[in-house]
């Protein structure tokens, strides 16, 4: 088995006089959760549309799944899952029809819409149309569509963002899930604790180049070495804490 799930060499992209992504070179672990922070426009959704497939690379060179990304597309594409952050679905057709239609269109066999649907918890919805779905089932329902043909590899694209304390973690657990059944995930996120609490290992980027990567340990850790402290006091609980011990942890649609 291949170690590296994506191997990206200085990849760049450019919009005009705009240097989106510059020089861009890491790898993903098969097997691993691995995170991109950034501020807006710092590159990050650049930079997975390039893996993924979808934008031409400028500069360099990207391995996905063992495919060269800019010789194979189609190969990657089919290795690959998407689940974007603004998902979008035909209002007027049933989540198991939506689903159904996934599975034919990469012919897969044995696996059923229901089964896919009870995977992310949404058993219940399965005669429901997209526009009946709360933030938290629309972006469960993104992600059994990404994972319909069974992916090597799953890429999220900020997959928590305008959800609740409670559609979040169970969204985290679900990530978790999906490791464990044998898919790497590559994911960007703009919350620290989510990416503290669910990645092996985080890349930074800021204007268009990555300037940090390791553990969310050791990066932490390089930062005490500098000498930094907080000047307030860190309690063992926080407020995300009280709001899910009095609502609650279980999924609430």
């Keep these: 088995m291949d170690t590296h799930m994506i191997e990206a060499r200085d990849l760049s992209k450019h ?7 510059r020089g861009v070179s890491f790898e993903v672990k098969t ?3 691995f995170g991109i922070l950034g501020p807006n426009g710092a590159g990050k959704t650049t930079t997975l549309e390039m893996l993924e497939a979808l934008r031409t690379i400028d ?4 391995t996905v799944a063992g495919h060269d990304v800019a010789r194979e597309p189609e190969a990657v594409k089919r290795a690959i899952g998407v689940q974007i952050q603004s998902a979008a679905f035909f209002d007027k057709v049933r989540l198991e029809e939506l689903l159904s239609f996934a599975l034919s269109v990469y012919h897969v066999r044995g696996v059923t819409p229901r089964e896919l649907l009870d995977r992310v918890q949404l058993t219940d919805k399965a005669r429901s149309y997209p526009e009946q779905l709360s933030g938290g089932q629309l972006q469960r329902f ?3 569509m990404a994972i319909a043909h069974s992916p090597k590899l799953l890429f999220l694209d900020e997959p928590t963002t305008g959800l609740d ?3 979040r973690r169970n969204t985290w657990d679900l990530i978790r899930e999906l490791r464990e059944d044998g898919i790497t995930i590559l994911l960007t996120t703009h919350y620290m604790d989510e990416a503290e609490l669910l990645c092996d290992r985080l890349a930074i980027m800021d204007n268009g180049s990555i300037i940090a990567l390791d553990s969310p340990d050791a990066l932490v850790q390089k930062l005490l070495d500098t000498g930094f402290s907080k000047t307030r006091e860190v309690r063992p609980a926080t407020l995300d804490g009280v709001f899910i011990q009095l609502t609650g942890k279980e999924l609430r649609d």
């Design 31 to 33: 097997g691993e959760i």
């Design 165 to 167: 304390p409670q559609a």
């Design 15 to 21: 919009y005009g006089s705009l240097h989106a992504v």
């Design 59 to 62: 500069g360099g060179s990207a």
């Design 142 to 144: 993104s992600i059994a």
